[in-house]
């Protein structure tokens, strides 16, 4: 049973605009969420995360918004960059961590 | 600089013969992690380690084996590696726990023949 559900495998979106990248989860007690991005040949890189009891976490261009009550989290990128072209995992601890399966988010210049 | 080091970075060995991939990591982190990635299938955790001497399982452990003799160091063993084992191997490490955010190492491609 998947517990962290990144439903769209692929995302493509132009420079300059929002990237949206959502994740549902469905243990209740999952009390961390992280993003993480990765490059090709890289490991992935630890990106943004918010705690449970928030429902908003900013850095610079990166949003996370968190909605409880759905089990729904999201990433917002803005404006997005050729840069952040990576694949992107939702990952959510309590004590363990589950990762998604991944979205390929691919900028267009 | 703060880095999680794993070697070999690519490895292609054959079925049965023991192998030993490498974990350092030189932040004085707590937590390390063994994952693999597989199409389709994201990242799956093997065996984790809150600190020395103290390991677990993960979703995945059958065919491995760890130790955690020291804080640094945090090596993936597989005893009789078959090909189901073909896979894309990280390591990881993070301070105290899992939600400050994993550091994690460059990646180990294995392939068993």
């Known amino acids: 049973d998947q517990q962290v559900k990144q439903n769209s495998p692929s995302l493509s979106v132009q420079e300059g605009r929002i990237s949206i990248l959502n994740c549902d989860y469905t243990n209740s007690m999952f009390d961390y969420f992280l993003w993480y991005k990765k490059y090709p040949a890289e490991g992935p890189t630890f990106l943004i995360s918010?705690?449970?009891?928030?429902d908003k976490n900013e850095d610079g261009r990166f949003t996370v918004f968190l909605n409880k009550s759905a089990k729904h989290l999201s990433l917002h990128i803005v404006p997005s960059q050729p840069g952040d072209s990576a694949v992107y995992f939702c990952?959510?601890?309590?004590?363990?961590?589950?990762f998604g399966k991944g979205t390929l988010l691919t900028v267009n210049p | 600089e703060a880095q999680v080091t794993q070697n070999p970075r690519y490895l292609i060995t054959v079925t049965g013969k023991k192998l030993t991939v490498t974990c350092s990591q030189n932040?004085?982190?707590?937590?390390m992690s063994w994952y693999r990635q597989d199409p389709g299938l994201g990242l799956r955790q093997i065996y984790y380690s809150m600190n020395v001497e103290v390991t677990d399982k993960g979703d995945v452990p059958e065919g491995y084996k760890v130790s955690r003799k020291e804080k640094r160091n945090f090596p993936l063993i597989l005893e009789s590696p078959s090909p189901n084992q073909t896979s894309l191997y990280f390591c990881?490490?993070?301070?105290?726990?899992?939600?400050?955010?994993?550091?994690f190492g460059s990646g180990t491609r294995l392939t068993v023949v």
């Open positions: 990952a959510a601890s309590g004590p363990w961590v589950t």
């Open positions: 918010i705690s449970s009891i928030k």
């Open positions: 932040m004085n982190h707590e937590y």
């Open positions: 990881a490490s993070s301070p105290q726990g899992v939600n400050y955010g994993y550091t």
